[in-house]
């Protein structure tokens, strides 16, 4: 592992016990090592948390072991011991490093989870059949889910799902059914918004055309106007929605939309009717006068 600094390298050793090795990375030198006690041996797996002050290696020793390191000090901070049987194998760390999910190596394999402050196991999942040996581990940067590759044949990829709401907010999904209608000059493109926000709201809407990077923007509404379109050209639209990570991907193209100066037109008388639909709506006994010619 490296820290987030990339100034220094850990790395656990098969040996008993284990020992964890401090690289300098400028020098590309051994700086320190740290050798743990009986009984935590074989690190097999190694995590680091999210602010690169605190790693985490799992002993590949019946019970199993996660050990925790204080990078700082380079010292030895505890340890998280296992049920019988339960040998740890692979893990990862939530994005704010309140947990810790180690992957085991039986059959079939389970997840568990260590809580970070005083390293108590507070639960764990049972898999399935197949599902054996979770040699590898991965976060998704919210930390909603944690994915394990299996250590068998034909591999799998077991996706469980570590926590209910984002960890740590991310950018929004793309818009879906965007589509647009043309003007004299111009288009009206509507869409709906991302089936997730990533955990913080939408504060904005930004429409691209192709060809001509021409664009609209909202502050929240799923409708703009692009302006600035030549008459006759086909023109494509996608969406991007932005939350307080930033802007997130760009949705995919909505379909080919012709402006020319009849369609304002149309357009226009569209939305007259659909306003004449609304107002007898509202006042049912209002009819238009009739008038002879």
């Given at each position: 592992?490296?820290?987030?600094?990339g100034?220094?390298?850990?790395?656990?050793?098969?040996?008993?016990?284990g020992?964890?090795?401090?690289?300098?990375?400028?020098?590309?030198s051994?700086?320190?090592a740290?050798?743990?006690?009986?009984?935590?041996?074989?690190?097999?797996?190694?995590?680091?948390?999210?602010?690169?002050?605190?790693a985490?290696?799992?002993?590949?020793?019946?019970?199993?072991?996660?050990?925790?390191?204080?990078?700082?000090?380079?010292?030895?901070a505890g340890?998280?011991?296992?049920?019988t049987?339960?040998?740890?194998?692979?893990?990862?760390?939530?994005?704010?490093?309140?947990?810790?999910?180690?992957?085991?190596y039986?059959?079939?394999?389970?997840?568990?989870?260590?809580?970070?402050?005083?390293?108590?196991?507070v639960?764990?999942i049972?898999?399935g059949?197949?599902?054996?040996?979770?040699?590898?581990?991965?976060?998704?940067?919210?930390?909603r889910?944690?994915?394990?590759?299996?250590?068998?044949?034909?591999?799998?990829?077991?996706?469980?799902?570590?926590?209910?709401?984002p960890v740590?907010?991310?950018?929004a999904?793309?818009?879906?059914?965007?589509?647009?209608?043309?003007?004299?000059?111009?288009?009206?493109?509507?869409?709906?918004p991302?089936?997730?926000?990533?955990?913080?709201?939408?504060?904005?809407?930004?429409?691209?055309?192709?060809?001509?990077?021409?664009?609209?923007?909202?502050?929240?509404?799923t409708s703009?106007?692009?302006?600035?379109?030549?008459?006759?050209?086909?023109?494509?639209?996608?969406v991007?929605?932005?939350?307080?990570?930033?802007?997130?991907p760009?949705?995919?193209p909505?379909?080919?939309?012709?402006p020319?100066?009849?369609?304002?037109h149309?357009?226009?008388?569209?939305?007259?009717?659909?306003?004449?639909?609304?107002?007898?709506?509202?006042?049912?006994?209002?009819?238009q006068?009739?008038?002879?010619?």
């Amino acid at each position: 592992m490296v820290d987030p600094a990339g100034e220094f390298a850990y790395f656990g050793t098969s040996t008993a016990p284990g020992r964890v090795v401090k690289v300098d990375l400028a020098t590309f030198s051994r700086v320190g090592a740290l050798t743990l006690p009986a009984g935590e041996a074989q690190l097999f797996s190694a995590a680091m948390g999210p602010q690169g002050d605190r790693a985490y290696f799992g002993t590949f020793t019946t019970p199993g072991r996660l050990v925790a390191v204080d990078l700082e000090s380079f010292t030895r901070a505890g340890a998280a011991v296992f049920d019988t049987g339960i040998t740890a194998y692979s893990m990862v760390v939530d994005p704010l490093g309140g947990a810790v999910y180690v992957g085991t190596y039986a059959i079939p394999a389970q997840v568990v989870k260590v809580a970070t402050d005083g390293l108590v196991v507070v639960g764990a999942i049972g898999l399935g059949v197949g599902e054996n040996q979770l040699l590898s581990a991965a976060i998704a940067p919210d930390g909603r889910f944690a994915y394990f590759g299996s250590n068998t044949n034909p591999g799998g990829v077991v996706k469980i799902r570590v926590a209910a709401d984002p960890v740590v907010p991310v950018v929004a999904g793309a818009p879906v059914s965007v589509s647009g209608s043309p003007g004299d000059g111009e288009a009206e493109v509507t869409w709906s918004p991302p089936a997730d926000d990533g955990g913080s709201a939408i504060t904005s809407y930004t429409v691209t055309s192709t060809p001509g990077a021409f664009t609209c923007s909202t502050l929240g509404a799923t409708s703009c106007v692009v302006q600035g379109l030549t008459n006759g050209v086909g023109y494509t639209f996608s969406v991007v929605a932005t939350n307080a990570v930033g802007p997130g991907p760009a949705s995919p193209p909505s379909g080919v939309v012709t402006p020319d100066a009849a369609s304002l037109h149309l357009r226009h008388r569209h939305r007259h009717l659909r306003h004449l639909r609304h107002h007898q709506w509202l006042f049912p006994g209002h009819r238009q006068p009739h008038r002879r010619g």
